[in-house]
């Protein structure tokens, strides 16, 4: 039983981190975004194969 309150003990501290996270950078997200299409907008431009 105490090995199943520590996991979801993890389970909830790794989430809060995740969303603390998250919710910080949301603007780096954008940002990482954008420089992904134009590198495959490159990419298509150059003819080179997206895969």
């Given at each position: ?33 954008v ?17």
């Open positions: 039983m105490s090995n199943l309150l520590y996991l979801i003990a993890v389970i909830l501290v790794i989430g809060w981190a995740v969303g603390f996270i998250g919710y910080n950078i949301g603007g780096i997200i954008h940002i990482l975004l420089i992904a299409l134009i590198a495959v907008i490159l990419r298509v431009i150059q003819g080179r194969s997206i895969l």
